[in-house]
């Protein structure tokens, strides 16, 4: 594999480093979520309590993905970044572990009883 630049190396480490943060995740117990609210930027944009397909619109109108919230468990069904990381992270039961999409600056963070493991702050 041949990078062509440096930010290709940092893009691929960032990658590895959200996937081994889900594989992680993923070993604790699944409790149930009760919701979810999505930040976009930063901001949260969105409090989901209800099941359904929710959109992630930003300022400009351009739809950035698609959160399905499903019997207590979410997922993204649809993105516009590159890579699909947070498509490919599927169905998310557990509180403590958000679905993130690094290229739309989109956090996906499921509620429920957490228990007080894992990441309580994000930031960009």
Same mark, same amino acid.
């Given at each position: ?6 930010? !290709?190396? /940092? ?19 699944? #409790?149930?979520? &009760? ?12 409090? &989901?309590?209800?099941?359904?397909? /929710?959109?992630?619109?930003? !300022? ?8 399905? /919230?499903? !019997? ?18 599927? $169905?998310?039961?557990?509180?403590? #572990?958000? &679905?993130?999409?690094i290229p739309n600056e989109i956090i996906v963070k499921p509620l429920g009883t957490q228990n007080g493991e894992g990441i309580d702050i /994000?930031? $960009?």
């Amino acid at each position: 594999m041949k990078f062509t630049k440096k930010n !290709d190396l /940092y893009l691929l480490i960032v990658v590895i480093l959200l996937v081994l943060v889900m594989i992680f995740m993923n070993a604790s117990p699944n #409790q149930g979520i &009760i919701g979810a609210e999505v930040h976009l930027k930063g901001d949260q944009i969105l409090q &989901i309590t209800k099941e359904g397909t /929710y959109s992630v619109i930003n !300022d400009e109108g351009e739809l950035l993905m698609n959160v399905e /919230y499903v !019997d207590q468990r979410i997922r993204v069904t649809d993105s516009s970044c590159p890579l699909k990381v947070c498509e490919n992270t599927g $169905w998310v039961e557990n509180p403590n #572990q958000p &679905i993130i999409c690094i290229p739309n600056e989109i956090i996906v963070k499921p509620l429920g009883t957490q228990n007080g493991e894992g990441i309580d702050i /994000y930031t $960009w």
